[in-house]
C-alpha cells in the first residue's frame, strides 16, 4: 500500500522559513496565508507552485475556506504549520514605551483566526513556532490556546493537547543562536517526541556559514558610533568599551541593548538576527561592516539562491523574522518519523557544510578614534536586573545619547 503523501497548510508563511524547512522534511505545501504583500511576493518567486490563499488575512480567510477549497476533506490535512508575529510577546517589546502586552495586543488577534483554521481543518498535528514570550511570562498566550484547543476538543470529539519546548536553532546545525519556542498539538492527544540536538556541543560558526561570501560591492563609510567598531575586538559589543571591558570608558555598563555594536566571531555562530536593525545595531561582520541580506540569509540556514522582495528594510525584517529552514527540517522530520511513519536515511537537506580551512585569526582592536578620547570617563552602570529596562540617569552628559 502507498504511503499516504504528507501534506502542510502555512499560516503567517512570512517569506516561507517553516515552510521551506517543512518541504524538505517531505511535507507537500498545499497552500499559504500571508497578509503581507511583499513576503507573498516573496514566496511567489521561490515557490510558484505554493498556492498563496486568498485573502491573506487568516481572520477573514478562517471565517470562509474549507478543505475542500485545497483538496482535502476535513481531518485529511497532515500539518498545520504556523508563525503567529512575534512582536506582542518578543523582549524588544519591553523596551517600547507599551510594554509587551502579548494576548492583549491587537497584532495577536490572529490568534483566533489561527485556531478557527484548525476547527476548519482538524489535521493531525498542529505546528505553532514564535518567540519564548509566547508561552513563557505573564503575556504569555499558553493558557489561551490550551483552553481554546480544549473547546474544539469537546466540539469535535478530537483530543489535541498542547506541548512546548524552547530550542536554540544553534543545536541542530544553524549558525545562529536563536531561541525559539515550538508547540505542538497532535489530534490524538500524543505527546511529541523532539528531535534530537545534533549540534549541542559541535556548533556551525559563523565562519562556515560565510567563509566563501564575496564581500559587498560598496561599504558605506562609517558614521556615527560606527566608528568604533574596528576598536572592538570579534565577539565582543559596546561593553569593551565599559570600565569591565578591555577597552576605554565610554558607556556604562548594560546601558544599552546587548546588540549595540555587537561583533561576530568567526568560531562562534552569529547571535540572533534582529527584523528590525537600527544603525547600530548588530550583529556586525568581524569585518566591520553591515552583514549583506545574503549573509544573513546564510546565517538564517537558508539556501543562497533565495530571493526575498521588497526594499532593503522589507528584506532585512522578512529575513529576522523568520524561522530558519534548517530548524523547521528538523522538527518536521520528528514529526513526520512519530506520527506519519517515516524514516529518513540521508541527513538533513538544508544541512550547511563545515569550512575545510581554519579561519584566520581576528583581526587585533584598533586605536580610538582621536575625536572619541573626549568622551573617556567615568559613567554609572545599570540599576540591575528588575530596576527597569532604562539605563540610569548617568553622571555625565557625554557619549552615551
Known amino acids: 500500500m502507498a504511503r499516504r503523501e504528507l501534506t502542510v497548510l502555512s ?39 505554493w498556492p498563496l490563499l486568498l485573502p491573506g488575512d487568516v481572520n477573514k480567510l478562517a471565517g470562509r475556506i474549507e478543505a475542500s477549497d485545497v483538496g482535502l476533506r476535513r481531518g485529511e490535512l497532515s500539518l498545520l504549520a504556523a508563525g503567529p508575529p512575534c512582536q506582542p510577546f518578543s523582549k524588544a517589546a519591553q523596551w517600547s514605551p507599551n510594554g509587551r502586552r502579548g494576548a492583549g495586543d491587537e497584532r495577536a488577534s490572529c490568534l483566533s483566526g489561527l485556531l478557527r483554521m484548525v476547527e476548519r481543518f482538524l489535521p493531525r498535528v498542529v505546528l505553532i ?20 484547543l480544549c473547546a474544539i476538543n469537546r466540539r469535535s470529539g478530537v483530543q489535541y493537547h498542547l506541548e512546548w519546548r524552547l530550542v536554540d536553532a544553534a543545536d541542530y546545525g544553524v549558525p545562529q543562536h536563536r531561541t525559539r519556542a515550538i508547540a505542538i498539538a497532535a489530534r490524538e492527544g500524543t505527546s511529541p517526541c523532539w528531535p534530537y540536538p545534533t549540534h549541542e556541543t559541535a556548533r556551525v560558526t559563523a565562519w562556515d556559514a560565510l567563509r566563501d561570501l564575496p564581500p559587498p560591492e560598496h561599504i ?13 575586538p570579534e565577539g565582543c559589543n559596546y561593553i569593551w568599551h565599559t570600565r569591565r571591558g578591555g577597552g576605554l570608558s565610554l558607556f556604562g555598563y548594560r546601558t544599552r ?54 526594499s532593503r528594510r522589507n528584506v532585512l525584517r522578512q529575513i529576522g523574522n523568520a524561522a530558519p529552514p534548517l530548524l523547521a527540517e528538523a522538527i518536521g522530520r520528528a514529526i513526520a518519523t512519530q506520527f506519519f511513519g517515516l524514516r529518513y536515511m540521508s541527513a538533513l537537506r538544508l544541512s550547511i557544510p563545515r569550512a575545510s580551512r581554519l579561519p584566520p585569526g581576528p583581526t587585533p582592536p584598533a586605536r580610538l578614534p582621536g575625536k572619541y578620547t573626549k568622551i573617556i570617563g567615568t559613567y554609572q552602570d545599570h540599576a540591575g536586573t528588575g530596576r527597569g529596562p532604562r539605563p540610569v540617569q548617568r553622571g555625565s552628559n557625554h557619549g552615551d545619547e
Do not use: M
Not at 29 to 48: F, Y
Not at 279 to 294: E, I, K, Q, S
Open 11 to 49: 499560516v503567517f508563511s512570512g517569506c516561507g522559513g517553516l515552510d521551506l524547512g517543512l518541504e524538505r522534511a517531505g511535507f507537500r505545501v498545499i497552500g499559504c496565508v500571508e497578509i503581507d504583500p511583499v513576503a507573498r511576493e516573496t514566496l511567489a518567486t521561490n515557490r510558484p507552485d
Open 129 to 148: 513556532e514564535n518567540v519564548p514570550g509566547f508561552v513563557q511570562g505573564r503575556t504569555s498566550c499558553l493558557e489561551q490556546l490550551r483552553r481554546e
Open 220 to 232: 558605506p563609510e562609517p558614521t556615527g558610533w560606527l566608528e568604533l567598531l574596528p576598536t572592538i
Open 257 to 310: 541593548y546587548w546588540s549595540f555594536l555587537l561583533k561576530l566571531a568567526k568560531q562562534r555562530p552569529s547571535w540572533t538576527l534582529p527584523a528590525q536593525p537600527g544603525p547600530y545595531t548588530g550583529p556586525f561582520h568581524w569585518d566591520n561592516r553591515a552583514l549583506t541580506p545574503t549573509e544573513r540569509l546564510s546565517l538564517q540556514s537558508f539556501p543562497r539562491s533565495w530571493y526575498v522582495a521588497g
